[in-house]
Structure formats: structure tokens, C-alpha cells
């Protein structure tokens, strides 16, 4: 007899527990700036929708994060999301707020512009609550009011994104220390605590001025795409690989493919 299987007689009568691994739990987070206001028109094209959905049935991701899209971009991502996964899939729109009226903010196409978020939550489905809001720090030469969102995902994770303050690099590193400093530990500590995961255009950079570094948390993981979308993630999750995907002038960002583990124990009675 081993001398664990030996210690697990001796204390049986007491409850011996044994923690046991079970297989990782993959985690795939897909972030796009699609670039479909119609405002700028740098880089609007009116195709990226078309191609994210494209990018979306091809890789399959769990998350998706949307940055620069219009409320009926929404629709259509929920419609490929549903048709790569079974399951639920969960949608969610934040605008941004016009701060000259106080009213969303608004698309070409009169539809509001602002931020989303996709979730593929495979069984078995706990529920979901939204969770969204206007940063305090804001430009106030630009209309524009920046805001962020997260889908809590019950007993599984916060899926989170945002699009930060282009004017001014100071501001967007005052928004990214909003929501990782102050919006998300008020989630952790109002509903419970979760493996969290921010993905995003943060209009800041690795080795910027400032450097987007300095708003990470000391227990988050940080990877980017060499430019200024930026990926974190609490250090429960275990970033495998990261990718960018090629839109084919679409949009002026190319797709940001995270890929994670998200390894679970099981308590086991013996």
C-alpha cells in the first residue's frame, strides 16, 4: 500500500479529501477594431463587419471584443458566434455618450456607436449579468465620451473591453487605471471574484509615453499586438499564444487572437 493511499486509511473516518486535476479549459479571446462609424474615413471601408464575422466562424473564439462598431454590428457577430458554437451565446453593447447632449453617441448610419461584447458560456449556463460604464476622465474638446463593458459570465470568468481616449495618451492611461484599478475590484468585490480577462484598443503602447505597463496590475498577465491593442488577463488564466490575423484592409487593426488555459481542480471525497 502507497504511503498516500496509507494516510487516506488512517484518516477516512475524519474525511480524507484529494484534490485532483481535471483536463485545462481552453479559452479564446478575439479582439477587432472594426472601424465602422463612418466617421472616419481613413479607415471605414464598410466590409469589416463581413470579414470579422468571416474570422469569427473560422477560429471559433469564446470572447470577442468589439471596439469602434455600431449597435446592428452586434446582430450580425451574435448570429456567426451562434453558428460556431453550441451552447449560449451572449451579446452586449455599450455606447459611448455625446457629451455635448448626453445622449449616445451616434454612427453615420444614426445607429450608436460604441463597444461590444461576445460570449460563447458552454454548458452547463449559470446566467450572466452586464456590467458597463462612463469613465470620469474625459476630453472635453472631444464629444466623444469613452466607455467600458463586461459580460459576467456566472461561474465562469468577466469578459471585458474597452476603447480609450485617442486625444490624449495622459487621459487614456487615467481610463485604463479607472477600469483596472477601481471598476473591475468593484466587480471582484460586489459580485464575486472571477478569472477576468480585458482585451482592447487602449490607445496606449509597450514603451509609449506613457507606457501602457504602468496601468497593468502587478497580478494580471499582459500581452499586445505590437501596437496599440492590448490584451490582460487575471494570472489564473495561462496565456498559450497570441496572433494576429490579417483583415484584408477591412479596417486599420488587424484581429488579436489571444489563446488560454484555464486549469480546474476538483475536490474529491475519498
Do not use: K
Amino acid at each position: 500500500m502507497s504511503a498516500v493511499a496509507l494516510v487516506c486509511v488512517v484518516v477516512v473516518l475524519a474525511g480524507c479529501s484529494v484534490v485532483t486535476p481535471v483536463a485545462s479549459t481552453p479559452l479564446r479571446v478575439l479582439q477587432l477594431n472594426l472601424c465602422n462609424s463612418g466617421m472616419a474615413t481613413g479607415c471605414y471601408t464598410g466590409r469589416s463587419v463581413a470579414r470579422a464575422a468571416e474570422v469569427i466562424r473560422a477560429r471559433i473564439p469564446d470572447i470577442v471584443t468589439l471596439n469602434e462598431i455600431c449597435s446592428g454590428d452586434v446582430d450580425a457577430l451574435e448570429q456567426a458566434m451562434t453558428d460556431a458554437h453550441d451552447g449560449t451565446v451572449v451579446a452586449a453593447f455599450q455606447p459611448a455618450r455625446n457629451g455635448r447632449t448626453g445622449e449616445p453617441y451616434r454612427c453615420v448610419n444614426g445607429q450608436q456607436y460604441g463597444v461590444g461584447v461576445l460570449t460563447h458560456i458552454a454548458a452547463p449556463y449559470r446566467g450572466h449579468e452586464i456590467h458597463a460604464g462612463i469613465y470620469p476622465a474625459q476630453d472635453p474638446a472631444d464629444p466623444e465620451q469613452r466607455a467600458w463593458l463586461c459580460v459576467e459570465a456566472t461561474s465562469a470568468f468577466y469578459a471585458c473591453t474597452t476603447h480609450l481616449a485617442y486625444t490624449s495618451s495622459t487621459l487614456a492611461l487615467a481610463q485604463c487605471g479607472h477600469l483596472l484599478g477601481t471598476a473591475i475590484p468593484q466587480l471582484h468585490d460586489r459580485r464575486s471574484y472571477q478569472p477576468t480577462v480585458v482585451s482592447g484598443d487602449l490607445n496606449l503602447r509597450v514603451g509609449g509615453t506613457p507606457d501602457v505597463r504602468s496601468c497593468v496590475p502587478a497580478d494580471y498577465r499582459h500581452r499586445h499586438d505590437g501596437g496599440v491593442q492590448q490584451f490582460m488577463a487575471t494570472t489564473d488564466l495561462t496565456v498559450e499564444t497570441t496572433e494576429s490575423i490579417d483583415m484584408e484592409r477591412t479596417t486599420d487593426h488587424a484581429a488579436f487572437l489571444v489563446s488560454l488555459n484555464a486549469p480546474q481542480q476538483q475536490d474529491r471525497s475519498v
